[in-house]
């Protein structure tokens, strides 16, 4: 059997290369060990899955093997957004949720994410003996499994709709009432994803206008790839002109991330969304505590919170440790660049659902556009230009480029002194006037991400080519 290697947020792979029904019981057998070990057998699982090739069909898989294990399996009737799986482990107490999905990636690709039962991603003290426990169980190929058919008599396998318990949740987070009285039209893109029906059911009982594109089952993802980014939102953009909406809100593949576009076809970032939420929580909500983001996340976030005295926890990259900060650090928001976002009050999971109400209520409450919110923040704490380039290179030249970050230790950038450095994830540099950069190695591509935020268009520019040319990367 091929390699499984688990990354940032599970495994995933190429459906029937290496995500096969054989790799996908192996996993499913790892899981149930470590459940047993935990002493959580008796609380049972959540079995999710998302709208790919055959999603169902190894979420079936799954369930026998946690029932060949003695395991209940609380499984999904139809696909589903992994935040509602997430808080259906919340309300059925139960040991963990397994999560049949790859989230944003292309269509070819399925993955498996263990959801602990604190509700939120995995951490390494979680997913480690997971892996230890698989690479015995393809050693061995020992997987217990037991029929669907023989699980459900036994009552081992119970089928669930995590929606109305999940809706339940929300209508205690947002305020409907102000959503409502705004009158706000919004145009929904699932993406072809878990996350259909889920904001039109919700507003729509509330009595908010909302229209939907791209809202049925498409395993292509309409050729395209399930990611809320400004290039793959073009539609939505066309969508919200047409119909005259004062929004557009669109989900990756399992809705854990959000986008948003305005009526004048401006796409918002999700460090743009994650700065306006800061300000809104604390001017509006009168939120308290520290913020979370990771060390790929804007700084934008530390000037607003050190203006209202507040601390930032900064995390390596991946929403499990952004998580982690929610549930037990105090912090009462967290996100990351990537497009996960999440408060205290709600599951440590990021949830593009929710993101999209909380951003509704944000303009029903301010009674004011996005860009309006945006430009007085930029005026107030200054303006800040952010990217991320993405770096292909080939496995030797990315070990060679590795050595060179690990002994890489600049003084200034773009003829500004650096402040400081860490290696919390890869090598941040901060420059003296609050610009930084941040390098680092994908976990599992010959691929090197470089993210730079600085002061103006032309010094994000002059770090991003001197950061290239002293890693010998191509320009």
């Known amino acids: 059997?091929?390699?499984?290697?688990?990354?940032?947020?599970?495994?995933?792979?190429?459906?029937?290369?290496?995500?096969?029904?054989?790799?996908?019981?192996?996993?499913?057998?790892?899981?149930?060990?470590?459940?047993?070990?935990?002493?959580?057998?008796?609380?049972?699982?959540?079995i999710g899955y998302d709208t790919r090739f055959l999603a169902e069909n190894f979420a079936t898989a799954v369930a026998e093997v946690m029932a060949g294990n003695g395991i209940k399996s609380f499984l999904c009737k139809k696909f589903t957004p992994t935040p509602a799986v997430a808080h259906a482990v919340t309300v059925l107490k139960t040991g963990g949720a397994i999560m049949l999905t790859a989230s944003h990636n292309p269509a070819e690709y399925s993955g498996i994410k263990f959801i602990p039962?604190?509700?939120?991603?995995?951490?390494?003290?979680?997913?480690?003996?997971?892996?230890?426990?698989?690479?015995?169980?393809?050693k061995t190929g020992a997987v217990k499994r037991m029929s669907l058919e023989k699980a459900k008599e036994g009552g081992l396998?119970?089928?669930?709709?995590?929606?109305?318990?999940?809706?339940?949740?929300?209508?205690?987070?947002?305020?409907?009432?102000?959503?409502?009285?705004?009158?706000?039209?919004?145009?929904?893109?699932?993406?072809?994803?878990?996350?259909?029906?889920?904001?039109e059911t919700i507003l729509g009982k509330?009595?908010?206008?909302?229209?939907?594109?791209?809202?049925?089952?498409?395993?292509l993802f309409g050729?395209?790839?399930?990611?809320?980014?400004?290039?793959?939102?073009?539609?939505?953009?066309?969508?919200?002109?047409?119909?005259?909406?004062?929004?557009?809100?669109a989900f990756d593949g399992d809705a854990d991330r959000l986008g948003v576009v305005d009526p004048q076809g401006r796409f918002f970032s999700p460090n743009e969304i994650l700065v306006l939420f800061l300000e809104y929580l604390v001017s509006t909500r009168g939120a308290k505590g520290a913020v979370a983001r990771t060390v790929a996340t804007t700084h934008m976030l530390d000037r607003i919170a050190a203006y209202y005295g507040f601390a930032v926890i900064e995390t390596p990259v991946g929403f499990k440790y952004i998580g982690q900060a929610?549930?037990?650090?105090?912090?009462?928001?967290?996100?990351?660049?990537?497009?996960?976002?999440?408060?205290r009050e709600h599951i440590p999971e990021k949830d593009g659902i929710f993101a999209a109400l909380l951003f509704i209520e944000m303009l029903a409450k301010t009674q004011q556009t996005a860009a309006?919110?945006?430009?007085?923040?930029?005026?107030?704490?200054?303006?800040?230009?952010?990217?991320?380039?993405?770096?292909?290179?080939?496995?030797?030249?990315?070990?060679?480029?590795?050595?060179?970050?690990?002994?890489?230790?600049?003084?200034?950038?773009?003829?500004?002194?650096?402040?400081?450095?860490?290696?919390?994830?890869?090598?941040?540099?901060?420059?003296?006037?609050?610009?930084?950069?941040?390098?680092?190695?994908?976990g599992t591509e010959p691929v090197f991400r470089i993210y730079v935020e600085a002061a103006s268009e032309a010094e994000k520019k002059k770090i991003q080519q001197e950061v290239k040319t002293a890693l010998c990367v191509p320009l």
């Open 1 to 46: 059997m091929a390699e499984i290697s688990f990354g940032t947020d599970g495994w995933r792979s190429v459906i029937a290369e290496d995500f096969t029904f054989a790799n996908v019981r192996c996993v499913a057998q790892a899981i149930a060990q470590h459940l047993q070990a935990q002493n959580l057998t008796e609380r049972g699982i959540v």
């Open 157 to 199: 396998v119970e089928t669930i709709e995590p929606l109305p318990a999940y809706m339940e949740h929300i209508e205690k987070l947002i305020d409907f009432a102000a959503i409502k009285q705004a009158g706000l039209k919004v145009v929904v893109d699932p993406m072809y994803g878990a996350g259909m029906g889920y904001l």
């Open 117 to 138: 039962a604190y509700a939120g991603p995995a951490l390494p003290e979680d997913i480690d003996p997971i892996v230890a426990y698989l690479a015995e169980v393809l």
């Open 372 to 442: 309006q919110l945006l430009d007085d923040l930029n005026r107030r704490f200054g303006p800040v230009y952010s990217e991320r380039l993405d770096v292909r290179t080939t496995v030797e030249k990315k070990h060679e480029i590795v050595a060179r970050v690990k002994a890489w230790e600049p003084q200034s950038l773009a003829g500004i002194p650096v402040k400081e450095s860490n290696r919390v994830d890869g090598l941040k540099v901060v420059l003296a006037n609050g610009s930084w950069c941040l390098v680092r190695p994908s």
């Open 223 to 249: 050729g395209s790839l399930p990611e809320p980014t400004r290039q793959h939102l073009n539609a939505l953009k066309a969508e919200v002109k047409k119909s005259g909406a004062d929004l557009g809100v």
């Open 326 to 343: 929610l549930r037990e650090q105090g912090a009462f928001l967290g996100g990351e660049e990537s497009g996960g976002v999440s408060i």
């Open 206 to 219: 509330h009595g908010c206008q909302v229209q939907a594109i791209h809202n049925w089952r498409d395993p």
